[in-house]
């Protein structure tokens, strides 16, 4: 692999004017003990759009999708140092309720990860948690989320089974179902669908478009076809930096810098 400069960046300022963020950070950088393992990502994430998150493993895709909704905290000696805005908020202070931020900005593993509990108690575990004890609104949540996850019809019949008997990739259109029962205003996902074969895929994909009328949606992805086949816009990582933020089109057609370009050309990866 070619040593690129880490000096060589392009991110495409978006105009607040015409383009509403939904949230961005401001020279981020994570550490793991000593080690900078982020360092000063700014970006920024429309509202209703999809920003796919690109790279190499090991460029700190993950790492920074992680600090966006303040998972880092979980991880000892790790630290998160810089902005993460959120509606005017820096998040990344120690005065915000990460329980309470956390419903505004949900997060979908890689590897389904549905409680051991029903189809149904999967969904409403979070909002009962909450407080949330209406039966016919906990009912509606049910039918609506699975709705728009596109899981309804399937499951529609067995919504008090066990949520493991279901097939990889219906278990994880339930965790995107469970994670928008606390209609959040982003959804992160890393690699979401990335256990699951071509058709399941193919469905966790159609899940994400339909949902971007609703949700903005940043997403780690490996799978280069995924990221231009979804996303609006593409953040290119290397080496814990952001090298190259722009529309997909751009990032996959005609990226500004030679590292993005011998990424998305398969040079390495
Ligand atoms: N919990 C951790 N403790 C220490 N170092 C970590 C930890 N998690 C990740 N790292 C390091 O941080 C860097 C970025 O890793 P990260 O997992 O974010 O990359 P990635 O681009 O998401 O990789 P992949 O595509 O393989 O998931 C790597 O050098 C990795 O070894």
């Not at 895709?61 to 805005?85: E, F």
């Not at 992805?221 to 952001?242: C, L, P, V």
């Not at 997909?248 to 011998?262: E, G, L, M, V």
Request: net charge negative.
């Amino acid at each position: 692999m070619d040593n690129y400069s880490l000096d060589d960046i392009y991110i495409k300022p978006l105009d607040s004017k015409e383009h509403e963020l939904a949230l961005s950070t401001e020279d981020l950088k994570v550490y793991y003990g000593d080690k900078e393992a982020i360092h000063d990502v700014s970006l920024p994430f429309e509202r209703y759009k999809i920003t796919a998150l690109i790279g190499a493993s090991g460029s700190g895709k993950s790492t920074y999708l992680r600090s966006l909704n303040r998972m880092n905290d979980l991880i000892p000696g790790a630290r998160v140092d810089g902005k993460i805005m959120y509606r005017d908020l820096n998040i990344n202070s120690a005065k915000v309720d990460v329980y309470e931020m956390r419903k505004h900005i949900g997060m979908v593993f890689q590897q389904p990860n549905p409680f051991a509990k029903s189809i149904y108690d999967n969904i409403t575990f979070a909002p009962r948690q909450f407080g949330e004890k209406n039966k016919e609104k906990l009912d509606e949540m049910v039918e609506q989320t699975l709705k728009q996850a596109a899981l309804w019809d399937q499951v529609k019949d067995k919504l008090h089974t066990s949520a493991l008997a279901l097939s990889g990739g219906q278990q994880q259109r339930l965790c995107i179902a469970r994670a928008i029962a606390l209609q959040p205003d982003i959804l992160l996902m890393d690699e979401p669908a990335s256990a699951l074969d071509p058709i399941s895929t193919s469905k966790v994909e159609d899940t994400l478009m339909q949902l971007k009328d609703q949700y903005t949606i940043i997403i780690v992805t490996h799978n280069m076809q995924q990221a231009a086949r979804i996303s609006d816009y593409t953040a290119f990582f290397y080496s814990g930096k952001a090298l190259e933020f722009d529309d997909t089109k751009t990032i996959f057609t005609s990226p500004r810098i030679k590292a993005t370009n011998d990424y998305v050309s398969g040079h390495f990866g």
